[in-house]
C-alpha cells in the first residue's frame, strides 16, 4: 500500500480552544513555510543535520519559562531528528515527522509571529508551536523514549 505524503494543510496542528492567539500563529506565513518546507528537510540529511544544529545551538540560549511543560518534549523532538537523521530511528509515521520537522522549523526561526529578539515574548509562539505539534505526536515521543531508554 503506497504512503500518501501529507499536505502542509495535514500537519496543521488543530487550534486549541483555550490558547491565546493560537490563529494567529498557526496561519502565519512563517509557520505555513515550515509546514511546507519539513518534506524537503525530511528528504535531504544534509538539511536536517543544519536544522539539528541550530536547534540544539538555540536550546543553549533560550529562556526556559515559556517551555516549562513541553521541555522534555522539546528535548525529545531533537533527539528523534539526530536518530532519525543518522537513520538509527525509523519508527516514525512520514506525517508525524514532518510535524515534528515543521515546529523544530518554527522553533528556530527568528522571524515568526513573535520574533525571537522581543525578550520573553519572543519564545512565546515559539513554545505555543511545539505545544500543538506535541498533542500530534506524543505517541511518537513516548515510543521513542522508550526506545532511547531500551538501549541503554
Request: zero cysteines; glycine letters at 4%.
Amino acid at each position: 500500500m503506497k504512503k500518501r505524503k501529507p499536505s502542509a494543510r495535514a500537519i496543521k496542528p488543530a487550534k486549541p480552544e483555550t490558547a491565546p492567539g493560537g490563529d494567529e500563529i498557526t496561519q502565519s506565513a512563517a509557520f505555513r513555510r515550515a509546514a511546507i518546507d519539513a518534506e524537503s528537510y525530511a528528504r535531504d540529511p544534509k538539511r536536517l543535520r543544519q536544522l539539528l544544529e541550530d536547534a540544539v545551538g538555540k536550546i543553549g540560549v533560550i529562556p526556559r519559562g515559556p517551555f516549562a511543560e513541553t521541555w522534555p518534549y522539546l528535548m525529545a523532538m531533537i533527539r528523534l531528528l539526530r536518530d532519525y537523521q543518522r537513520a538509527e530511528y525509523r519508527d516514525v509515521s512520514e506525517q508525524n515527522l514532518q510535524i515534528i520537522i515543521a515546529a523544530i522549523l518554527y522553533f528556530v526561526s527568528p522571524f515568526d509571529v513573535i520574533p525571537d529578539w522581543v525578550p520573553v515574548l519572543g519564545h512565546i509562539d515559539d513554545a505555543f508551536v511545539i505545544s500543538l505539534a506535541l498533542k500530534s505526536v506524543r505517541a511518537d515521543l513516548d515510543t521513542f523514549m522508550a526506545w532511547e531508554t531500551a538501549r541503554i
